[in-house]
């Protein structure tokens, strides 16, 4: 059982930046790739970056070349920094992980505001 817990959102000015962080708990050897999506209200979820286990990036459209990720395998934590944040960038960021076993594992999420 893998478990994932954001943190790192909060309330920041348009143009500012922002780190996220996703720890990784669990049975953390069965992720085959892990990776940040966003939500925001009565909109789809969106594919922000996405990292693969032989470290393989893919990037989302909405915010490439505004984000850098990367992942820490000995504290089992990724990392989101985002720079240039705008007002459109507010939604809830959720890591997520996909298994060997076929599994799908989200966290909770965690609330990135941007004001104007």
């Known amino acids: 059982q893998v478990h994932l817990v954001e943190s790192g959102g909060g309330l920041v000015q348009a143009g500012g930046s922002l780190r996220l962080s996703c720890a990784a708990s669990g049975s953390t050897y069965s992720i085959n790739s892990i990776g940040w999506y966003r939500q925001a209200p009565d909109n789809e979820r969106e594919m922000v970056a996405l990292?693969?286990?032989?470290?393989?990036?893919t990037y989302g459209t909405s915010m490439k070349g505004r984000v850098a990720f990367w992942r820490d395998y000995r504290r089992d934590t990724m990392y989101l920094q985002m720079i240039n944040l705008r007002p459109e960038d507010t939604a809830i960021y959720f890591c997520?992980?996909?298994?060997?076993?076929?599994?799908?594992?989200w966290g909770r999420g965690t609330q990135v505001t941007v004001s104007s």
């Open positions: 990292i693969h286990r032989d470290g393989t990036p």
């Open positions: 997520n992980a996909n298994t060997t076993g076929g599994g799908t594992v």
